[in-house]
């Protein structure tokens, strides 16, 4: 049947079968499609809710693995040729929460949220010193400063099934426990043999030893029983320092893929440790800080320096999960100094297009912009960063502040905080808005919209959103979201929520905790099943250290680990890295020679 129009002219085309709807289990793919008739070629392009989907452009298209995070989340197609376009019916995702919950990297989820909303077991009404309190304590061989993550139903060979809580030191082990008992399945040393860790690099950042930082990441999908990608830092017997990246074997500890390889990478550029043509990543001048990031079958690292020793550079260096080759490099300050990624341990954030954004620390920032408005020199010193990891890395947009030179000079580095991406928003017109969130040692809460995060302007100007001086005492951690609200735990200071409404964040914070957290104040993570029985909690530095709980709407405290008598839920001194990890009914608690295990009580 020829589809015309008076004159030849094509019509456009009809949908013969719509999008149907699909509900899956969370971290399970599925696949929407459409049927389109027409006489004359045509096009597809799908979307979420009214953006559409980069590379989405077949009759059908598969999301990625998906998180209750997506639940609700509407998919169309618009389908044209040259007579015009039709757009699909919206087909709604179900996401369910699966049967038991994995947390397989840093602060739950690539956006670095921090949330679960799959806590069935813990609530409001029984979490108190009554009934929930420390059930156990896994010991290990150093300080733990990354996040425990967490893998269930992990079958490990001749010894059955096992929920696994991973655990890395700063003496360079990794473990798996059995996150029920407390069992250890096994411990492997990313040593090599005449290898120690590494001394601290005349440094206090950490003391007393380096050797895993930052918070691993896991794919269970890798390797034939799944893979912890990890990064650990050793000093050989002739005083060589090496960075080296391990893939183990989630069920047995053994490497995998011919690693581990050792950290190496050149930039062109004519700046701190350069070559004359390259700068020249030493590995003793850096440590892995930052959570690892998983994306699109890419690890990626970032680099801090150490106590700000130069020379140094700002790094981002990415290698295949499946080979450990590396896949792409890029300095943001290749003709400068300094520009190094620590954000107090967070890790890289994500957004589901594939970028990468992060808070830069201070470091050389050219204001000599080119016609698109970037450095000149590619130097991007103390900026809130977006890179591109299609067709490789590559900065695709920033935001620089205006006083920038200032904070330089002040060492007062936005880089201190922890980046989160929010998902979709709606301002009061309903445009749909993409915003991320960052803020370090000057006060400030900077809201950026990631689809055009404002560069270097007199004021501030093309910024989204800024809320001077709410964080009073700076930020050396990490916020958390959940239901419409971002939480900050600034130095000195409660942790404070911030409502977001039409797509802004409260001007002030519309509930604080009663508990003021000392240096480095707090990095939230949020505990809930969906929308209900929102749980906060957060750690202080103290000595003992306290676990605290407090009602997601209210801030009002639930529960604290001094509560009880005897010292019965204490679990030793503070450290400044502790992110608590909350799973299937459990708390998890990263301390100088363990992790500390909470639940509800027998």
């Known amino acids: 049947m020829l589809l015309l129009m008076g004159c030849g002219t094509p019509i ?6 719509q999008p149907a709807n699909q509900t899956v289990t969370g971290g399970q793919t599925a696949i929407f499609s459409v049927t389109a008739v027409s006489a004359v070629p045509f096009s597809y392009q799908w979307q979420k809710g009214t953006t559409p989907i980069m590379g989405a452009t077949f009759a059908s298209y598969t999301i990625p693995p998906a ?37 397989l990297t840093y602060h739950n989820d690539v956006a670095r949220t921090g949330q679960n909303l799959t806590e069935t077991t813990l609530t409001p009404s029984n979490v108190t010193s009554a009934r929930f309190g ?42 798996a426990f059995d996150a029920d008992s407390g069992a250890t399945i096994w411990q492997t040393s990313m040593l090599e043999t005449g290898e120690t860790t590494s001394d601290p690099r005349g440094c206090v950042s950490v003391i007393p030893e380096i050797g895993v930082t930052s918070t691993p990441v896991i794919d269970r999908s890798s390797g034939p029983n799944g893979a912890i990608y990890v990064v650990g830092m050793s000093k050989d017997g002739s005083g060589n320092y090496h ?15 011919g690693g581990p390889v050792d950290i190496q990478a050149t930039y062109p550029g004519t700046g701190d440790n350069t070559n004359g043509a390259s700068v020249v990543f030493d590995p003793g001048q850096y440590m892995e800080r930052p959570g690892l990031l ?23 260096v990415g290698y295949s999960e499946s080979t450990l080759a590396q896949t792409g490099v890029l300095n943001v300050t290749p003709n400068g100094s300094e520009g190094a990624i620590w954000m107090s341990g967070a890790g890289l954030a994500a957004d589901n297009s594939g970028n990468i954004y992060f808070l830069d620390g201070n470091g050389d920032f050219d204001t000599t912009l080119d016609a698109n408005g970037f450095p000149g020199d590619g130097d991007y010193g103390n900026a809130f960063m977006k890179l591109s990891t299609s067709g490789g890395l590559a900065v695709a947009d920033y935001f620089e502040m205006d006083n920038e030179a200032q904070q330089n000079a002040e060492d ?11 998902p979709d928003l709606s301002d009061s017109s309903g445009h749909t808005l993409h915003l991320a969130v960052g803020a370090g040692k000057d006060s400030n809460l900077y809201v950026v919209n990631r689809d055009s995060m404002g560069k270097f302007s007199s004021n501030n100007s093309n910024l989204y959103q800024e809320l001077g001086r709410v964080l009073a005492g700076g930020v050396w951690a990490m916020p958390a979201y959940f239901n419409n609200t971002v939480y900050y735990g600034s130095v000195g200071c409660p942790i404070q929520a911030f409502t977001i409404a039409n797509a802004k964040l409260s001007a002030a914070a519309s509930a604080q905790t009663a508990t003021v957290f000392g240096y480095p104040g707090a990095t939230p993570s949020v505990s809930a099943n969906g929308t209900s029985n929102g749980i906060v909690w957060a750690t202080e530095n103290t000595s003992p250290a306290v676990l605290h709980a407090y009602n997601a709407t209210t801030l009002n405290e639930l529960y604290n680990s001094n509560q009880a008598s005897g010292g019965r839920d204490q679990f030793g001194a503070g450290n400044k890295f502790i992110t608590p990890m ?21």
């Open 294 to 316: 998983l994306l699109n079958g890419v690890v990626y690292t970032a680099w801090a320096s150490h106590c700000d020793e130069r020379p140094y550079t700002g790094w981002i």
């Open 67 to 103: 998180s209750t995070f997506d639940n609700g989340s509407k998919y169309s197609v618009v389908v044209s040729n040259s007579g015009g376009n039709v757009t699909s019916n919206a087909a709604t995702l179900t996401v369910n929460a699966a049967a038991s919950t994995d947390v």
């Open 582 to 602: 909350i799973v299937n009914g459990k708390v998890f608690v990263g301390t100088t020679n363990g992790v500390a295990v909470f639940g509800l009580l027998p």
């Open 134 to 175: 420390k059930l156990g304590f896994d010991p290990v061989d150093g300080l733990v400063d990354a996040e425990p993550l967490y893998a269930s139903n992990i079958a490990v060979p001749s010894n059955g099934l096992h929920n696994l809580l991973m655990v890395t030191t700063e003496h360079d082990s990794v473990y």
């Open 12 to 17: 456009p085309p009809t949908i013969a079968n």
């Open 243 to 257: 960075q080296r990246l391990h893939a183990l074997d989630l069920a047995l500890g053994t490497e995998l893929f």
């Open 412 to 422: 007062s580095d936005l880089g201190s905080g922890g980046t989160i991406v929010l």
